[in-house]
Nanobody, 124 residues
Framework: QVRLVESGGGLVQAGCSLRLSCAAS????????MGWFRQGPGMAREFVAA????????YYADSVKGRFTISRDNSQNTVYLQMNSLKPEDTAVYYC?????????????????WGQGTQVTVSS
């Protein structure tokens, strides 16, 4: 089993930045693809970004391309989501997810473990 704990969320003004962290434990972190998802108020959970085992393959949702950056540090069992130029529509609970697949995709079902989420609120 893999346990994931997100941190770094908070309340910021539009245009500001936040960096989310996801600390993993329980199994070999480096053998899990990782992803970030988010769920806004009254919305379904949506894909944000994904990174492969080695970090060599990265995917972003169109809505965050050019603003968000996903990265991982396997030596510290941590995946990050750097969020720049935040917009009010980025307001959501952000979830870290781990997959036993080599490369995680955009679907919830492709991930096996989930964190509890961290709230990001962006004011106008």
């Amino acid at each position: 089993q893999v346990r994931l704990v997100e941190s770094g969320g908070g309340l910021v003004q539009a245009g500001c930045s936040l960096r989310l962290s996801c600390a993993a434990s329980g199994r070999t972190f480096s053998r899990h693809a990782m992803g970030w998802f988010r769920q806004g108020p009254g919305m379904a959970r949506e894909f944000v970004a994904a990174i492969s085992w080695s970090g060599g393959i990265i995917y972003y949702a169109d809505s965050v391309k050019g603003r968000f950056t996903i990265s991982r540090d396997n030596s510290q069992n941590t995946v990050y989501l750097q969020m720049n130029s935040l917009k009010p529509e980025d307001t959501a609970v952000y979830y870290c997810a781990a997959s036993v697949r080599v490369v995680g995709g955009e679907r919830n079902s492709e991930y096996d473990y989930w964190g509890q989420g961290t709230q990001v609120t962006v004011s106008s």
